[in-house]
C-alpha cells in the first residue's frame, strides 16, 4: 500500500520514486494518521485503537470520571465512581477481600474475573469508606510499586486536583 501526504521532497524525486513506489513506513506516525483525510478509515482505527477490549476515543465516557482514592480517601467519595488499586487478599463468591495501597482494607463486590492477580484496579461506585461496588477491573500483575500509586492518590485529591477529570 501506498499513501502520500502533500509533495514528494526533491531528494526523493532526484531518485526517481513516484508517487505510485513510495512504500509506506512499517510505523507511521500518529501525526500523520490524524492530519490526512486520505488514509482509510480502516487503516487509521487499525493504529488507533489496538485493544478491541477497550473502549476507544469515540466511545469514551468523560461525563462521569472515576477519582483516583486509596482508603483514606475512599469516604470522601461514597456515592461517586472511583478507581483505587488493591492488593487481592481473599477471594469469596461474588466478592474479595482487598488491601489499600495506604495498608486499608477494603471489600471489592461486584461481576469478580475469574483469574485476578496480585494487584487489581478496580473502577466501580464507592459504597462506603471500606466498599467498591467494581464494574472494571483491570490485572496490574504480581508485583505493582504501590508507594507511587499512593501518592498519585494524594496529589489527585490534593493540591494538583485541578490537573486531574
Known amino acids: 500500500m501506498v499513501?502520500?501526504?502533500?509533495?514528494l521532497p526533491?531528494?526523493?524525486?532526484k531518485r526517481g520514486l513516484s508517487y505510485k513506489t513510495l512504500p509506506l513506513p512499517p510505523f507511521p506516525t500518529i501525526l500523520s494518521l490524524s492530519l490526512s483525510p486520505e488514509i482509510p478509515q480502516s487503516l487509521s482505527e487499525h493504529y488507533f485503537d489496538r485493544n478491541p477490549s477497550r473502549p476507544s476515543l469515540k466511545e469514551m465516557d468523560t461525563s462521569n470520571?472515576?477519582?483516583?482514592v486509596n482508603g483514606e480517601l475512599l469516604s470522601m467519595y461514597v456515592g461517586r465512581r472511583v478507581r483505587a488499586v488493591v492488593q487481592v487478599l481473599q477471594t469469596e463468591g461474588g466478592s474479595f477481600l482487598g488491601k489499600s495501597?495506604?495498608?486499608?482494607?477494603?471489600?471489592i463486590k461486584g461481576p469478580i474475573p475469574q483469574h485476578l492477580t496480585t494487584y487489581?484496579?478496580?473502577i466501580g461506585i464507592a459504597e462506603s469508606n471500606q466498599s467498591i461496588?467494581?464494574?472494571?477491573?483491570?490485572?496490574?500483575?504480581d508485583d505493582f510499586d504501590i508507594v507511587p500509586y499512593n501518592r498519585l492518590c494524594q496529589?489527585?485529591?490534593?493540591?494538583?486536583?485541578s490537573l486531574f477529570i
Open 3 to 7: 499513501i502520500t501526504i502533500g509533495r
Open 10 to 13: 526533491p531528494s526523493i524525486r
Open 133 to 141: 461496588r467494581g464494574e472494571i477491573f483491570t490485572n496490574f500483575g
Open 120 to 122: 487489581v484496579e478496580v
Open 101 to 107: 495501597t495506604d495498608d486499608r482494607q477494603l471489600t
Open 65 to 68: 470520571p472515576a477519582v483516583f
Open 155 to 161: 496529589l489527585a485529591n490534593g493540591e494538583h486536583k
